[in-house]
């Protein structure tokens, strides 16, 4: 049988060892004879690969996803930017921020009236910690004094408290406008037979350098200053003891108009209170013993009352004024003083509002009333233990002793509303994204919480300064005021 099968080949077989030394490089007595390429071979010697066409497709289209996706977010942050500068802009507004609040930096300023302003892009700061009055323009962002210009020493002992004042003015004034009134001696042995009158001075500074802008004086004694643009409206006590209302350039004083109350009158002894001046972007009132509503423009009277009779006055958003007697409906007046219509109550005056709304507010107590701005009816009503005091975006925020919330412009649907335990101290702000109000803090003070603003989801928390005070909105900025600092948020 073993013929039957055919002859066994023989091979030459090679056995490497493993321990031998093989030179590199190619043994090409030895390699394999080339075969068919399989789909996964590489088609050119280099080792580049063909990828098929539909691969290069799906390729284009991820580079496409990606760009659409990088310039949708480019255009959603820039809308979300733009839509922040503009809110930033109205005042009361704070300016969106992307991040948790944090302190930036502080500074050593009184709590009082007119110690912390912006103008033309600086934050302005009045102190007398020095013994010197001075007025600090500061970066709003690092708070580094960019200038400064000493004012006023304090009062020396046996005189009178000097105390400066920085008048608020739009945001965007590059004037800054400040006033003190020169102090009398509180004991001498000095006698006159008329009392003296103190003297009021003026001082007016460039926001950006600091440079003086002009100075002023008045000798009458003053009732009253407000700001209006860049000028001064001064209430001011004559001879024969009538008040005279002034509209003067805040850099020198330059005079724009006058008027003298026929029947209002003020007390050498003191016997009464002085008239009380009130100074709006549009109207002035002067009230004592009647009230006076004026054109902020040229003086005219626009509406008033008789005297023994006063009235409550509230410019409105839109244009015009309200006014309320104390007793019976408030009317809404035209920019000319001319009635349109009756509401309920009078228009609450709102810390911020873009206009959204479309109708004005009367808090009545437990009831927020929203009626029509044009003919006074009523929109909507709802039972909320809480005032408004700020309108965006379609939302009221509203604010109080016992928290804070919202509610729908719209309808006056409650979004939201968040008790506390303890009085508030100060009332919210908002930037239109969340609404920021004090809360307290576990364990012991309290917090700054940031809750959404349509469904009040806490967003942020930080604790706030011992001893704050206030929130108030500067420049687009967040400032906690405390006794004898202003805490900057950014």
Known sequence: MAGDRPAARMQLVEIADPDEDVPPGPAPSRARPPRGRTPGDDPTPGGA??????????????VLVVVAAVVATGAVARRADARADRLAQLPGFVRALDHTPRE?????????????????????TVSDVTGTWTVTGRDPVTGGAAWEQD?????RAGFETVSVVCLPGPAASTLVVCGWVEPGVVYGRRQTPEPVVPVTRLVAFDASSGAPAGSWQVRQRLVG?????????????????RVRVERRAGADGTLRWGVTSQDERV???????????????????????????????DGERLSGSASGRQLLVVPLTGGGFASWASTGDARLHDADGEVRAQVVGLPVRLSADDRSSGALLVD??????????????????????????????????????VGVGAV????????????????VPFGPVTDGLVVVGPEPAPG???ALVGRGLRDGVRVWSVPLPDGARGLDVVGGRMVVRTSDEVVVLG
Do not use: I, K, N
């Open 225 to 241: 200053v407000g700001r209006v643009g860049d000028d001064l409206v001064v209430a001011t006590a004559t001879p024969d003891r």
């Open 104 to 124: 930036v930096w502080r500074a050593a300023v009184p709590h009082r009236y007119g110690t912390v302003l912006a103008a033309g892009g600086t934050l302005v």
């Open 364 to 401: 009545l107590g437990r009831r927020v009333v929203a009626v029509d701005p044009d003919d006074g009816a009523q929109r909507w009503e709802q039972v909320v233990p809480l005032s408004p005091v700020a309108v965006v975006d379609g939302v009221v925020v509203l604010g109080g002793d």
């Open 49 to 62: 690969r063909w990828l098929p066409w539909w691969a290069w497709s799906l390729a284009a289209v991820l």
């Open 267 to 297: 007390t050498t002894d003191g016997s009464r209170p002085d008239p009380r001046l009130e100074v709006g972007e549009d109207l002035v009132v002067l009230t004592g013993t009647s009230t006076a509503v004026l054109d902020a423009v």
């Open 151 to 155: 004012v006023v020493e304090v009062s």
């Open 408 to 423: 729908d412009a719209g309808d006056g649907a409650v979004l939201w509303q968040q008790r506390v335990p303890q009085v």
């Open 444 to 446: 012991d003070g309290w």
